[in-house]
């Protein structure tokens, strides 16, 4: 998706090439454009410039050295991607999507967090990345969007369904990149499902009940971590988690609220505090939305098979595939790959109506 190069005074930049003659491409680059260049935080990448040569399309992009996240956790044969790391990796990208939704000027949904779009830099600092999707939320306050966009495995339900798009829903999204921290495991692995669950987040929901009622963590944290972490960030994170991927967007926690409970600056307790009436049932996730589990599985079956069907999906999430596994780069993106391996699985289908 992005070539290196080095601008005349030695900076480093990476050069992403949008697909040409696409509405797609076009649409991505007209977003990023605006809103990359407004924002400003160390946890975003920085929009350096852009360029367009006849319907060629480039944007130019400070350098982020280190890959991705989801290159650091799930890549084959990769080092254990220790505990440290992974709370400093989820506390950056939590600053950088609080910033993006409480702070900027206009506030921003970025629809698209997800591993594979948050980079990494050598001392592991994370930069969030990939504003094609981005949408300012003044366009959508009083907006359903006729387009579902996002990454099959990282869809909040009520997106999902009804297209109805607010910052609730990255938190959604933000929540599934915690599970992975967790549990190391991807959102949707053909090659390791989840039992009967369909989804990480239905898999992970009781475990984490039970992690944070009697701190058992057997079978929900990434064993390759053995005893290496922190029991009380580990709780954190579970808490975030937890909190995060709620099945009523209402009750969850906003970003700056998960970035202050990775502080250790509130109690867990007040991660859902004016959201939810009965504190007491923090752990017990059951929360009681009209949008059901079961219609939730159905609405991502339906997503799938759309994803399956149509011809532009390319996406590592659903095959479990690697690009490095079938040493093919998936083909009809909206971007083309020359030299960083990235995987593009980003899909854009009509909601279901009912
Ligand atoms: N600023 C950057 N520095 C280094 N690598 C980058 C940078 N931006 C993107 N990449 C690499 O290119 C991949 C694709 O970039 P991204 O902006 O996510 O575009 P796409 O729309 O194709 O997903 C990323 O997953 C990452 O591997
Ligand atoms: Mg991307």
Redesign the pocket.
Known sequence: ??T?GVLSDGTKV?V?QLKAGSGQGER?FQAEIHIISRVHHRHL?SLLGYCIIGSQRFLV?????N??L??HLHEKRRPVLEWRKRMKIALGAAKGLAYLHEDCNPKTIHRDVKA??I?IDDSFEAKL??F?LAKSSLDTDTHVSTRIMGTFGYLAPEYASSGKLTDKSDVFSFGVVLLELITGRRPVDKSQPFADDDSIVDWAKPLMIQALNDGNFDGLVDPRLEDNFDISEMSRMVACAAASVRHSAKRRPKMSQIVRAFEGNISLDDLTEGVTPCHNTIYSLDDSSDYSSTRYKEDLKKFEKMAFESQTFASSECTGLTTSDNGQNPSG???SSII?????A?QEIEPQRQ
């Open positions: 998706m992005e290196k990476a992403k991505e990448v992009y400070d350098f982020v050295p890959k991705t989801e290159f594979a779009n980079l990345a990939d094609g993106t909206s971007s960083i391996e990235g995987q593009h980003t």
